[in-house]
Structures are given as structure tokens and as C-alpha cells.
């Protein structure tokens, strides 16, 4: 199991910028691949984008792919989201989830979850 604990979410208008940060603890969270899912309100939870352990391996959801990019920081129990050219649609919670070893972009894989983070976009 580890913990995750994001930052950097907030209040943007329509075409700015965030960065939202994830760092995960407890026992060898650099073996874990992380990954951003995001919920709006009334919606199911949504895939965004996700990296493997190691980090060589990312993925990012069609919908957010040229202004979204993810990347596992160093040492590798971080993962940041950039996210650009940020649109009102992109208004949701903001959730990191690890889990062992392997990548998916599936959130009934994840058993490691943080709590979340607010991010609104103005028009």
C-alpha cells in the first residue's frame, strides 16, 4: 500500500495553465505506475493520463492529448500532470492512483487513491 497526496489544483481561467503534482509514500512507491483520473460533476470517473513505474511508458487520453502531458518526477514516487490551454470542460476533481507494477487506464485497477484535488476552469 502507499499514500498519495496531490497539490496544485485551483481556480484558472479558460486558457491558462496548472500543474498538479502527486507524491506517493510508504513501502516502494517507485515500483508503482501512477495515473490521473478526473470526475466532474454527475459524470463517471474518467481516465486523463498515467505513466508506468519506471516512467518510460505514458499514456494520455484522446481528449486532453496536445495540451495534457504527464511525467514521473525523480526520485520516481512523484507524478505531474501539466496541464495547458485549460477549457471549462476540463472543470473536475482531480484524483492521482497508483498501483503495482504494471500500467492501466482502467480506475477499477487502482487500489491506491488520494483525495483528490478541485480544479475550475472560468470561461
Known amino acids: 500500500q502507499v499514500q498519495l497526496v496531490e497539490s496544485g489544483g485551483g481556480l484558472v481561467p479558460a486558457g491558462g495553465s496548472l500543474t498538479l503534482s502527486c507524491v506517493a509514500s510508504?513501502?516502494?512507491?517507485?515500483?508503482?505506475?501512477m495515473a490521473w483520473f478526473r470526475q466532474a460533476p454527475g459524470k463517471a470517473r474518467e481516465f486523463v493520463a498515467g505513466?508506468?513505474?519506471?516512467?518510460?511508458?505514458?499514456n494520455v487520453a484522446a481528449s486532453v492529448r496536445g495540451r495534457f502531458t504527464v511525467s514521473k518526477g525523480n526520485p520516481k514516487n512523484m507524478v505531474n500532470l501539466q496541464m495547458n490551454s485549460l477549457q471549462p470542460e476540463d472543470t473536475a476533481v482531480y484524483y492521482c492512483?497508483?498501483?503495482?507494477?504494471?500500467?492501466?487506464?482502467?480506475?477499477?485497477?487502482?487500489?491506491?487513491w488520494g483525495q483528490g484535488t478541485q480544479v475550475s476552469v472560468s470561461s
Open positions: 492512483a497508483a498501483r503495482q507494477y504494471s500500467f492501466s487506464d482502467r480506475s477499477d485497477q487502482y487500489g491506491n
Open positions: 510508504g513501502r516502494t512507491p517507485s515500483s508503482y505506475a
Open positions: 505513466t508506468s513505474s519506471s516512467g518510460a511508458y505514458i
